[in-house]
C-alpha cells in the first residue's frame, strides 16, 4: 500500500520562507510523478508544482519564481522549499503522487495523497 507523509508546516510572517519534505513507502519502483497541492477551506485544491522523474517541473504560475519542487527519486522523497511567501500562500498542503506519462497540476492524475500539513503566512 502506497503512503505519503508530509512533513514541515508551520507559521511564518511574509517574506519569510519554509521547507516541506514528503516520503513516499510503498512502491516497488519509483512514481512517474510527484506533485504539491494546496487547499484552502471552501476551495478546491490547486496544483502548486509538479515533478516527474527525469523532466523538468511544473509550476503554477502563482509560485514561479517564489517555490522550488526538487525530488530525490532513489529514495521516493520530495521537497518544496517555498520563499518569499505571501498571506495568499496560507493552505492545507497535499503531497501527491502518480504514474501519468505527463506529470500536471490536476488532481485527477494522482491517486495517492498525503494527510496535508498546515502553512501559515501571516502579514
Known amino acids: 500500500q502506497v503512503r505519503l507523509a508530509e512533513s514541515g508546516g508551520g507559521s511564518v510572517q511574509a517574506g519569510g520562507s519554509l521547507s516541506l519534505s514528503c516520503a513516499a513507502s510503498?512502491?516497488?519502483?519509483?512514481?512517474?510523478?510527484m506533485a504539491w497541492f494546496r487547499q484552502v477551506p471552501g476551495k478546491g485544491r490547486e496544483g502548486v508544482a509538479a515533478i516527474a522523474r527525469y523532466t523538468a517541473p511544473t509550476y503554477a504560475e502563482s509560485v514561479k519564481g517564489r517555490f522550488t519542487i526538487s525530488r530525490e527519486s532513489d529514495k521516493n522523497r520530495m521537497s518544496l522549499r517555498m520563499s518569499s511567501l505571501k498571506p495568499e500562500d496560507t493552505a492545507m498542503y497535499f503531497c501527491?503522487?502518480?504514474?501519468?506519462?505527463?506529470?500536471?497540476?490536476?488532481?485527477?492524475?494522482?491517486?495517492?495523497w498525503g494527510q496535508g500539513t498546515q502553512v501559515t503566512v501571516s502579514s
Open positions: 510503498g512502491y516497488t519502483g519509483n512514481p512517474a510523478c
Open positions: 501527491a503522487s502518480g504514474d501519468r506519462a505527463i506529470c500536471t497540476l490536476n488532481t485527477d492524475a494522482y491517486n495517492a
